[in-house]
């Protein structure tokens, strides 16, 4: 739209131009001019109007190209990845494009008339100004490297490329930004520090055996390895190694070599494109030892589990003739058990047998006691008691004492014993137990022992007092009855 504004205001000045010069000559008087020249006049003024307006028209597109190239120039030199500027001979900034005022941190409008050393640090500004020194010194293009001072974005490492200018008053200057490349080659070289500082050795040969590469490790603990080539131990079967990473198609392998005294696990990688092959080793001689004298230990211990076996199936086969034995007699014992359980229960059986004879020997033992006191306190000793009363002659009185003695002692044992069965009851007491068990009364047993009836009741209260009896409505003849 603007464009045809324009190109609508121009016309409009031209047209008045051509009617301010046709006034002008009208007023010089020009001669009359007849309808013919009229006419003629008419139609150049029409082919000429034409004309005109063709050339407009090829100016018009003309301007249009000339302004879509300077917006195109516009677009390329603002938003270029790399920053453009032009500087004066004092370094002071005369044009700038927006990628370098991106980098510069500061708006474009407020970057005319300052001097780009400002941006540099200090120690920077001084190679700054010898580059500029040698770019106007000469035709030849310049290359330099600055650090900038970027408040907003950070420090950023710059490449500076500058040639002078055609009228020699001027350097045009391309400002690349290297922060990122810088970065990537300080990790570069990072990284490529890690061989040299790794206190393992790395080598890299070639597949004939030759060496290339030898970190400061490598270079200690191998001395010789690049005069001795493939003969050095650490390249040992070297042919072979090559054969199994190009046969087998694998990349890398891993094997074990004996350097000296020492033992070595490399790691071997094949570079394929350039050729070469990386060996990476790992002192492992204290690992091997001890796996060797774990391996040793380990077949120390095998032998001893043979013998131990050897001997664990010995003591074992003693073991089960030991427990045949035992069995054999635990059998045996069972047997005896079992006959000795018949045995104890015969025994038992004859020992109740035992017990019950015994029992009823006892018994039968207490009632001969029984009968011989009372047979010979009933048929004797009254009539010894009767013989006593009697007149008796001396001699005969001497004979009938004897003979009671003699009955005495002989019937006294009877008399305890039966008196331990009756409670310690007193011997007249148990003369009266015997008459009462046999049916007496107590008159017939006062005439029987020359006691009076009251005697005899007096010793029957006793003896039911002493049985547990007294004032119980129970017969003492039957309950003496029972105790037979």
Known sequence: ???????????????????????????????????????????????????????????????????????????????????????????????????????????????????????????????????????????????????????????????????????????????????ARKQAEAETQRMASFPMLNPRPIVEVDVAGRVHYCNPSAEQILPDLTERGPEHPWLADWEVVIGLLRKGGAKSMVREVPVGDKWFQQTIHF????????????????????????????????????????????????LGLEIEQRKMAEKELSDKSMELHDKAIGLEEANAALKVLLTQREADKVELAEQVLLNVNQTIMPYLARLKQRKLGAKVKVYVDILETNLNEIVSPLARNLASKFLHLSPSEIDVCNLVQQGQTTKEIAEILHLAESTIAFHRNNIRAKLGVKNKKISLQAYLSSLK
């Open 271 to 318: 570079v394929e494109n350039d050729q070469r092959v990386r060996i990476y080793g790992a002192d492992f001689t204290v690992r091997k030892q001890s796996a060797e004298a774990l391996l040793k230990a380990y077949n120390e211990v095998e032998a001893r589990v043979v013998e131990r076996t050897a001997e664990l199936i010995q003591t074992n086969k003693e």
């Open 1 to 179: 739209m603007k464009k045809e504004r324009n190109a609508s205001s121009d016309a409009a000045a031209l047209r008045r131009r051509a009617e301010a010069l046709l006034r002008a000559a009208t007023k010089r008087g020009a001669p009359a001019r007849t309808p013919a020249d009229t006419q003629r006049l008419v139609h150049e003024l029409q082919v000429h109007q034409i004309e005109l307006e063709m050339q407009n028209e090829e100016l018009r597109e003309s301007r249009e190209q000339v302004e879509a190239g300077l917006e195109r120039y516009t677009d390329l030199y603002d938003f270029s990845p790399v920053g453009y500027l032009t500087l004066d001979r004092d370094g002071a900034i005369r044009q700038v494009n927006l990628t370098a005022s991106l980098l510069l941190g500061v708006a474009r409008a407020r970057l005319a008339g300052r001097r780009f050393g400002i941006f540099l640090g200090e120690s920077e500004r001084t190679g700054f100004n010898a580059f500029l020194k040698k770019v106007f010194a000469s035709q030849a293009k310049e290359i330099c490297e600055a650090a900038l001072l970027n408040e907003a974005n950070g420090p950023r490492k710059v490449q500076l490329t500058g040639i002078m200018s055609q009228d020699g008053q001027e350097c045009r200057l391309v400002m690349e930004d290297i922060t």
